[in-house]
């Protein structure tokens, strides 16, 4: 079902799947992408827990206010969380949506039950990445990808300083034939680092082994039997 919230003082679309009583579970999509991003995926995780696939602003059907700062995009998902009445969340970021879990996970960290990175683009600078040329794509705002592109390639100190400070269970699934290099694991404390043969589109080009990997990460824990 899709559905809309007026949160952060911008308007969120965001699709809602499974039992209302099952845990809590979000998918925040990569850039230029939006909840379709996880057509079938969400349909796999909806036996299980109660999925919302939101699109982040400047994409999808979700405003476009004009400004990008990637701190703005996890305080719209915290208060997505909090308009959801969701308190405890487990949270998978693929791409520029990593980097928006992580922002949420270090600022908020008696929200996050579990925390997966898909690909995420590393903490520091990125270099060699040919300019971003505009093209007749209208399902998101061109102004997002430039302003995220100048927060990757100079990225704020305190993104990667704020990496040791995520307490929750962390896994971080890594192309093994993407451009990214999975520093991410290395800086999160106690991070599970699995490379799956694939591109940067882990949950597309590797879905089955994608599933499979997040099952597994995800049923772990001591909930697990309160929700036998």
């Not at 209302?20 to 230029?32: A, E, Q, V």
């Amino acid at each position: 079902m899709i559905r809309d919230a007026h949160v952060n003082g911008i308007r969120l679309v965001y699709r809602e799947e499974g039992d209302p009583s099952s845990p809590p579970l979000m998918l925040i999509h990569g850039r230029t992408a939006n909840h379709n991003d996880w057509n079938g995926i969400t349909q796999h995780f909806a036996a299980r827990y109660h999925v919302f696939a939101p699109d982040l602003r400047g994409h999808g059907a979700s405003d476009r206010p004009g400004t990008y700062r990637l701190p703005e995009m996890a305080a719209d998902v915290v208060a997505l969380l909090d308009h959801l009445g969701v308190g405890r969340v487990r949270l998978v970021g693929h791409s520029l949506g990593g980097v928006v879990a992580c922002l949420v996970a270090m600022g908020h960290q008696d929200r996050i039950e579990r925390l997966v990175l898909e690909d995420p683009p590393p903490a520091y600078p990125l270099t060699g990445r040919p300019p971003i040329v505009e093209d007749g794509s209208t399902g998101f705002d061109w102004r997002m990808v430039h302003e995220t592109e100048r927060q990757l390639l100079d990225p704020d100190p305190a993104w990667a300083e704020g990496l040791v400070k995520i307490t929750a269970p962390t896994l971080v699934l890594s192309g093994t034939l993407s451009p990214f290099e999975p520093d991410m694991a290395a800086r999160i404390p106690g991070a599970e680092l699995v490379r799956v043969e694939a591109g940067h589109l882990v949950h597309m080009d590797a879905r089955k082994e994608f599933l499979r990997v997040v099952d597994a990460f995800l049923g772990q824990g001591p909930d697990l039997a309160k929700q036998a």
